[in-house]
């Protein structure tokens, strides 16, 4: 099975070091997602899911503690490491207080910044659930296998991360551009009405013929799957 590539947005002022941030770690293998500012980063956040936050925090208007403090209060887990030239004990103490993950010291080394990335992202990949459920949906994203009470339920490649994506957000509505953004990324080519397709697929798969439905249209909005 294909292990698509780690998502890291990088929240840094610093122009220069953001665009040599982004270039490194494409390098090894990551996608790597450039913020200018906190509330470039917090737009980025609304629109796409990423595995791994580098956040500086001296930052003009919003700084990283008020970008993680507003993440933290949406219930956003993704993990966070601070990268930043404050480097007091009461600095990493707060951000650490607030819910950041790691907190690394400016000037760094790129080899000690990659390891704590790889470590986190290790770290959240383990704690991550592979099976999920709604009603008498399951998901099991290890054997990529899905069953609609006593029904097996055969789907395509991007089907299966449709659903995954909403059973991971189960309860929250998520727009057409954030599906598209997730799911068909660079090499999508295609238009929003390619996100309602599979949508469609999706329920004739497993809800037309079932109930409760759990897969729910939010007009103006995009889609959600609820249990009610």
Excluded at 49 to 68: Q, R, S, W
Aim: aromatic share 8%; net charge negative; hydrophobic share 40%.
């Amino acid at each position: 099975m294909y292990a698509r590539p780690s998502k890291i947005l990088i929240i840094d002022d610093d122009v220069e070091l953001v665009t040599l941030l982004v270039d490194y770690f494409t390098l090894e293998g990551f996608e790597a997602t450039p913020a200018h500012s906190g509330t470039e980063g917090l737009q980025a956040l609304e629109n796409k899911e990423f595995d791994l936050i580098i956040l500086d925090v001296m930052m003009p208007k919003k700084d990283g503690f008020a970008v993680l403090r507003e993440m933290r209060s949406v219930k956003n887990a993704t993990p966070v490491l601070f990268l930043t030239a404050r480097d007091s004990i009461e600095d990493r103490v707060k951000g650490l207080d607030l819910g950041g993950n790691d907190y690394l010291i400016k000037p760094f080394s790129f080899d000690e910044l990659l390891a704590r990335i790889r470590a986190m992202t290790r770290k959240a990949a383990g704690n991550a659930s592979n099976i999920f459920t709604a009603a008498d949906l399951t998901l099991d994203v290890s054997s990529r296998s899905c069953r609609r009470g006593e029904k097996d339920i055969a789907l395509s490649a991007k089907e299966f991360s449709l659903l995954e994506y909403l059973m991971r957000n189960k309860g929250r509505v998520l727009t057409r551009d954030m599906i598209e953004n997730n799911l068909w990324n660079f090499d999508y080519e295609g238009g929003t009405n390619a996100v309602d397709v599979y949508i469609r697929y999706l329920r004739k798969k497993m809800d037309d013929d079932f109930e409760p439905k759990l897969i729910h249209t939010v007009r103006g909005s995009g889609y959600v799957l609820r249990e009610k």
